[in-house]
């Protein structure tokens, strides 16, 4: 079965700083690994998706991720922190052979960017 | 910019009633799919349809919940009888393309409060 683990409910950064935001995955294949950016009361948006090739993911608003197959890790990451980067963050996955569309997503994770 | 839609954004219903929301998708995107958020919770996959067809039920999709896509293009979420548990936010989102790495786009969202 799929499963999605953010390993912290809440990270906190200055602004300024670099930010990590951890997520490990499980899936039988091979996977499809997604972020996305909750901002209250709003729906999802996207940042930044693995396929396949570079482990090196780069995406919206100077955010990055790093895909790790050995570790079964895709943190996100940005090299300096903004005060409107405080929201709610979402990794996904979904695995490339095992039937099924759906996104499986972990419980998220708040990030608290203070200036 | 026509992302998705959701309407209402908000419905405040009393135990046993019916609500039905609707999601009009990305103009031209041939994926559908339902989603369902509680407090602390990353969304939960419902449904998914390809054109009008729907092809994928969550076991999370009790008797209570049924969805259309008639024409394939909208879609409409119902719930009967309902139930405070179903005091969720329910995300709506689409995709174009047949295999499961492309980008699904979020609407902003309905939440719901059964009362």
């Known amino acids: 079965a799929q499963s999605v683990a953010q390993p912290e409910d809440q990270v906190n950064v200055a602004e300024g700083n670099p930010l990590t935001v951890k997520c490990t995955y499980s899936?039988?294949?091979?996977?499809?690994l997604f972020w996305y950016v909750q901002y209250p009361n709003r729906g999802l948006q996207f940042l930044l998706k693995?396929?396949?090739?570079?482990?090196l993911v780069k995406g919206s608003y100077g955010f990055e991720a790093e895909f790790n197959k050995s570790q079964t890790s895709f943190h996100l990451k940005k090299p300096s922190a903004l005060v409107s980067d405080s929201a709610l963050y979402f990794c996904?996955?979904?695995?490339?052979?095992?039937?099924?569309?759906?996104?499986?997503f972990g419980k998220g994770t708040t990030l608290s960017v203070s200036s | 910019d026509t992302g998705v839609s959701q309407d209402p954004r908000h419905k405040i219903t009393k135990r046993g009633q019916n609500v039905t929301f609707r999601c009009d998708p990305i103009?031209?995107?041939?994926?559908l799919y339902w989603y369902r958020q509680t407090l602390g919770q990353g969304p939960e996959f419902l449904t998914y349809?390809?054109?009008?067809?729907?092809?994928?039920k969550s076991r999370l999709l009790s008797d209570r919940f049924s969805a259309e896509r008639p024409k394939g293009s909208f879609s409409t979420l119902e719930i009967q009888r309902t139930e405070q548990g179903d005091s969720a936010m329910y995300l709506c989102?689409?995709?174009?393309?047949?295999?499961?790495?492309?980008?699904?786009?979020f609407g902003p969202g309905t939440r719901l409060l059964v009362l």
């Open positions: 899936v039988s294949g091979n996977p499809y």
């Open positions: 989102a689409s995709s174009l393309g047949r295999r499961n790495q492309e980008t699904q786009y």
């Open positions: 103009s031209e995107h041939n994926r």
């Open positions: 693995y396929i396949t090739g570079d482990n």
């Open positions: 349809f390809q054109n009008e067809a729907q092809l994928e």
């Open positions: 996904a996955v979904r695995d490339m052979i095992e039937a099924g569309t759906a996104l499986i």
